[in-house]
């Protein structure tokens, strides 16, 4: 009879969101009945679409809001370079999903980035009601911040669309195979990490190729584009290593690679990565 009751009352608290245009905030506690809040702070026109500018935590964030939101408010989540290459973008806020971009920059994907995304994930689903599971996207670096948050919250991520996606710390910045070095970048993760040896740093850091369990058995697809010339961020030493070990692990990953391309992002034609995450990320 409890357990009747339970039923009951859940399904009646489904049924007035539905009705009062409210929703089931995504929070770890359970469904809150609320209505969304409109998002703060300053507003500007970003491809013809309206962009918010405001703080979570004391750092910026930025949303761009679709004309109107597709069902669910499904929403796209990058770790770096915002704008850079924004075909898909643009085409994804046509279809009804939200941008969002929160800048925490230097911080390599590091625990301090991952702690941030989490109040921000929690702010963005639970007070201005975006769905529970974003679509990320890992630009280079910010292939770093999409896996480790992702490897820590797997059941609140749709999708992964990497772009010539960082995936291993030893490639780049440390450069201990063909990737380039980068002594600027290593001192920051060093930094980062709180160690004054690179032999530290590899027994602390969070490394997408060494964390891809919990993805694959939360069945979370990816999509990698990668260029076969790249010699910052080797395909070899990063995308098709996820890949092989993705697979291994039983995960869906399609990796799309641009013959003779170096470090160059997106594709001519980006029907390919707007599929997927229109396909995945709702």
């Known amino acids: 009879m409890t357990r009747l009751l339970h039923f009951l009352t859940a399904g009646m608290l489904l049924v007035t969101c539905l009705l009062f245009g409210s929703r089931l905030a995504a929070d770890d506690q359970g469904g809150v009945c609320q209505t969304p809040q409109e998002f703060p702070g300053t507003s500007s026109l970003w491809n013809g679409y309206e962009k918010k500018d405001f703080e979570i935590n004391g750092r910026p964030v930025l949303v761009v809001i679709p004309r109107q939101a597709a069902e669910g408010r499904p929403w796209i989540w990058h770790g770096e370079f915002f704008g850079h290459r924004p075909n898909p973008d643009i085409a994804l806020l046509g279809r009804g999903f939200h941008l969002v971009y929160t800048r925490i920059s230097d911080q390599f994907g590091g625990p301090v980035a991952v702690d941030h995304w989490n109040q921000v994930y929690r702010e963005l689903t639970q007070t201005y009601g975006l769905g529970a599971r974003p679509a990320l996207v890992g630009t280079s670096r910010g292939g770093l911040y999409c896996y480790n948050w992702a490897a820590a919250n797997p059941q609140k991520v749709s999708c992964i669309f990497g ?4 995936c291993d710390i030893q490639s780049w910045p440390m450069g201990r195979g063909k990737g380039k070095r980068s002594d600027a970048e290593v001192a920051k993760l060093l ?9 530290e740093l590899l027994k602390k850091v969070l490394n997408p190729v060494d964390h891809l369990e919990p993805l694959a058995r939360a069945g979370v697809p990816l999509l990698h584009v990668s260029g076969d010339a790249d010699d910052i961020v080797p395909l070899e030493e990063n995308t098709r290593v996820i890949e092989d070990r993705y697979k291994k692990l039983g995960g869906k990953m399609t990796v799309i690679v641009k013959p003779g391309i170096a470090h160059v992002h997106g594709l001519d034609d980006s029907t390919p990565i707007i599929e997927f995450i229109d396909r995945h990320g709702r």
């Open 191 to 199: 930094q980062v990490y709180g160690v004054t040896t690179e032999d």
């Open 163 to 166: 772009d010539a996606p960082v």
